[in-house]
């Protein structure tokens, strides 16, 4: 459905995008993860005509945006980050404002908005001014114009930004009923929304993809480190980590936070282990020799933001 080759994108000196490569097939729903300032905002701007490209091809079905880009964007939805509505309309008002740009005749018209409306969760507040709106029915407001032309690719920047966790959940269920039927290009930075929504995650960190797959196929492709979860009483963590860093085998030791339980610290810290050895009973051994009290040790997977963390801590 879209294919995008080596994808770059200057601003005067600074690279934004750097050389993607993206495949996305049809009715998947995709999620464009990373940290502010990675480049997901240029790159969704440049798979909908709005940024030309410094360098590389984006192909959709058989058009190429340098040479169709009015053909592309007329396949596409867009919902960008800060949604494009006029405050002193109706709801209902600027639907059919939206609508007549799009040149839908009458009957048309009519079967989307009410369609729209239905699907977005729009009837109460069709007479409303959009003003007047909270910010999830603005959001949904948005929504439905991306949705207008009955696009066959929905592209959405940050779509649950600023919403709170209920409206959260709406959003999240209209976009799954949505994706049922289209494209989606999700952009986001909260996690659990697109591990909760999307098919496929694709990481990108300085302009670069670090990682592309399922959140099951990102957690297995992780599994060359495993994480041991300790809780230490009567410990310093500079002694701690001189210690278990002599353990063949641990990568990295961290320091989760320190808790105060009457006049003792408890160290709370997480290593990081190779995944070929099982390290725990070393772990368990090392600390015996020292004068530290052990309250917990556990074994962790890696979650999504976990794997997150790993594959942007430069950015």
């Known amino acids: 459905m879209i294919h995008v080759q080596n994808l770059t994108k200057y601003y005067h000196d600074l690279c934004a995008v750097d050389q993607i490569n993206l495949d996305i097939q049809k009715g998947e729903i995709m999620g464009l993860l990373g940290p502010n300032g990675a480049g997901k905002t240029t790159t969704l701007r440049m798979l909908t005509g709005f940024l030309r490209p ?5 192909r959709v079905k058989d058009y190429t945006i340098d040479k169709d880009a009015l053909e592309i964007k007329k396949l596409l939805g867009y919902l960008p980050e800060s949604a494009p509505l006029y405050h002193d309309m109706l709801a209902y008002d600027y639907l059919e404002y939206v609508a007549n740009i799009r040149e839908l005749d009458r009957e048309q018209k009519r ?9 977005c969760g729009l009837n109460e507040v069709m007479h409303q001014p959009i003003g007047e709106l909270s910010k999830g029915f603005k959001q949904r407001v948005g929504l439905a114009q991306a949705m207008m032309s009955d696009p066959e690719i929905l592209v959405m920047d940050e779509p649950t930004s600023g919403l709170d966790p209920n409206q959260i959940v709406e959003i999240r269920d209209i976009i799954r009923q949505i994706g049922k039927e289209k494209t989606i290009i999700i952009s986001t930075h909260i996690l659990s929304e697109a591990e909760a929504t999307c098919d496929r995650i694709v990481i ?10 399922s959140t099951e196929t990102l957690k297995q492709s992780s599994r060359g480190e495993y994480l041991v979860g300790i809780s230490l009483q009567n410990a310093r963590f500079d002694s701690v980590k001189k210690e278990l860093h002599s353990i063949d085998g641990i990568v990295e030791i961290a320091l989760v936070n320190t808790e105060q339980a009457g006049e003792e610290n408890i160290l709370h810290v997480k290593l990081t282990c190779q995944a070929s050895k099982d390290l725990r009973g070393a772990i368990y051994g090392k ?9 917990e040790l556990r074994q962790e997977t890696k979650t999504l ?5 790993d594959l942007t801590k430069e950015n």
């Open 54 to 58: 410094t360098s590389g091809n984006i």
């Open 204 to 213: 990108i960190s300085q302009g670069k993809i670090v990682a592309d797959g």
């Open 111 to 119: 079967s989307r908005i009410r369609h729209l409306a239905n699907l």
């Open 305 to 309: 933001e976990t794997i997150f963390r």
């Open 287 to 295: 600390i015996k020799e020292t004068e530290w009290i052990l309250l």
